[in-house]
């Protein structure tokens, strides 16, 4: 059984950090694009990092560049997303998923970890 598990959620301030952690599991996905995307209330899922396999190729939404980067860790089949800069507009569940095609999700979701930057 494949798994995704998210972790590293929670309420930060304004400005604030905080890092996802996203741990698959049931299968490798050591030659797969992985990825974040968020969801906030009443509004669509979106998307907002990929990593290629090697780390190489990284695509980032654009309100979230200069802030945001995602690294991945092959060998422990793990991928993580660093928040910096926080903004309450980034308040969101966050979604780890694979394998990504371009930045389109693939069939494998976690669970989610909630996200809130308060003002």
């Known amino acids: 059984q494949v798994q995704l598990v998210e972790s590293g959620g929670g309420l930060v301030q304004t400005g604030g950090s905080l890092r996802l952690s996203c741990a698959a599991s049931?299968?490798?996905?050591?030659?797969?694009?992985m990825g974040w995307f968020r969801q906030a209330p009443g509004k669509e899922r979106e998307f907002v990092a990929s990593?290629?396999?090697?780390?190489?190729?990284?695509t980032l939404r654009n309100s979230v560049k200069g802030r945001f980067t995602i690294s991945r860790d092959n060998a422990k089949n793990t991928v993580y997303l660093q928040m910096n800069s926080l903004k309450p507009e980034d308040t969101a569940v966050y979604y780890c998923?694979?394998?990504?095609?371009?930045?389109?999700?693939?069939?494998?979701w976690g669970q989610g970890t909630q996200v809130t930057v308060s003002s």
């Open positions: 049931g299968r490798t996905f050591s030659r797969d694009d």
């Open positions: 998923n694979a394998p990504l095609v371009s930045s389109s999700p693939g069939d494998y």
């Open positions: 990593i290629n396999w090697t780390g190489g190729r990284i």
